[in-house]
């Protein structure tokens, strides 16, 4: 839901980093979380829409995502 956080950010960043440290290659993991953060960060769902899928552009265009991660990230 838009401006509405259902964990706290603590708890988010940590899950974050390390499903970024698992699953996208290191090259890469930086560009990943600046739009990771743009998506989470957003507040229309146009927005949530356009960046969701600006990260799955990413992920197919750049190789970003190791092959055992491709499901999970879709998550």
Not at 14 to 28: A, D, E, G, V, Y
Not at 54 to 70: D, P, Q, R, V
Request: proline share 1%; charged share 25%.
């Amino acid at each position: 839901m838009v401006e509405k956080e259902h964990t706290c950010l603590f708890h988010w960043i940590q899950s974050f980093n390390r499903h970024t440290k698992h699953m996208i290659k290191p090259r890469l993991e930086d560009q990943h979380k600046v739009l990771y953060f743009d998506y989470k960060n957003s507040k229309s769902l146009d927005k949530v829409d356009v960046s969701y899928a600006t990260i799955h552009c990413c992920w197919l265009l750049s190789g970003a995502k190791f092959e055992f991660a491709i499901h999970k990230l879709g998550n």
